[in-house]
Each structure stands twice: as structure tokens, then as C-alpha cells.
């Protein structure tokens, strides 16, 4: 009887951890296709997203708005709701900014990391 009640356990318990996991919604694909290369060396277009990011001026794209919502959750979660797309895209802003501005980054990090923060903590 043990056995079974241990096995219906383990069974429940696997179903259960298998839905939450398929349940993982990703985040919209609608803007897989902004070329993150042209926008990390064009300093223009970088200063953009940049300034948005870090609340230092505005949002000019609807990309840039929706890098700024998913970034810190993106980070924290290592891209677990990213379209595979958006993996690469995560993977070449870190790398830029680890190799070409490291100050930024730090900033960037600090900023997630508030976010994620606040957020956990509403």
C-alpha cells in the first residue's frame, strides 16, 4: 500500500511540475527581427536604447519600449519566456557590453536587478 501511495505521489507530483513547466508563455516575437547589430554600432541608435533603458530619455521605438519591460526579467530568469530569436539577441547585447562598455553595463545590471527586486517584492 505504501508503494503505491509513494508511486500516485511521484506520478502527481510530475504531472504537476510538467504543466507548470510547459505553461512557461514566451514573450511576443514581434520584434525578433530588430537588427541588434546595427543598433550596437551605430552609438546613435545605441545612446536610444541606452537612454530608454535607464530612464534618461524616452522610448522612441516600440522596440526599444519592449526591450526596457522584459530586460531584468529576461536577465533573472535567463531567458526563460525568449523566443529563441530572442536568446540570441539577449546573448549579443551581453557580450557587446561586456567587451566595449563595461560601465554601462554595470549600470544595466544594477538597474535590472532593482526591477526584479521591486517587482518580487509587490
Same mark, same amino acid.
Given at each position: 500500500?505504501?508503494?503505491?501511495?509513494?508511486?500516485?505521489? !511521484?506520478?502527481?507530483?510530475?504531472?504537476?511540475?510538467?504543466?507548470?513547466?510547459? &505553461?512557461?508563455?514566451?514573450?511576443?516575437?514581434?520584434?525578433? &527581427? !530588430? &537588427?541588434?547589430? @546595427?543598433? =550596437? $554600432?551605430?552609438?546613435?541608435? =545605441?545612446?536610444?536604447?541606452?537612454? /530608454?533603458? +535607464?530612464? #534618461?530619455?524616452? /522610448?522612441? +521605438?516600440?522596440?526599444?519600449?519592449?526591450?526596457? *519591460?522584459?530586460?531584468?526579467?529576461?536577465? !533573472? %530568469?535567463? /531567458?526563460?519566456? /525568449? %523566443?529563441? @530569436?530572442?536568446?540570441?539577441?539577449? *546573448? #549579443?547585447?551581453?557580450?557587446?557590453?561586456?567587451?566595449?562598455?563595461?560601465? %554601462?553595463? #554595470?549600470?544595466? =545590471?544594477?538597474?535590472?536587478?532593482?526591477? $526584479?527586486?521591486? #517587482?518580487?517584492?509587490?
Amino acid at each position: 500500500m505504501t508503494r503505491y501511495v509513494l508511486l500516485l505521489f !511521484v506520478m502527481i507530483l510530475s504531472m504537476t511540475i510538467s504543466s507548470v513547466l510547459m &505553461d512557461v508563455t514566451k514573450y511576443t516575437s514581434k520584434y525578433d &527581427d !530588430v &537588427d541588434v547589430d @546595427k543598433i =550596437l $554600432h551605430t552609438p546613435r541608435l =545605441l545612446n536610444q536604447y541606452v537612454n /530608454c533603458y +535607464t530612464e #534618461k530619455g524616452p /522610448c522612441l +521605438t516600440a522596440e526599444a519600449k519592449f526591450m526596457k *519591460d522584459i530586460f531584468a526579467e529576461a536577465l !533573472v %530568469t535567463k /531567458c526563460v519566456k /525568449c %523566443t529563441d @530569436k530572442q536568446k540570441i539577441i539577449f *546573448d #549579443k547585447i551581453i557580450t557587446w557590453f561586456e567587451e566595449n562598455d563595461k560601465e %554601462t553595463w #554595470k549600470t544595466i =545590471l544594477s538597474i535590472a536587478i532593482n526591477k $526584479h527586486l521591486n #517587482k518580487k517584492a509587490s
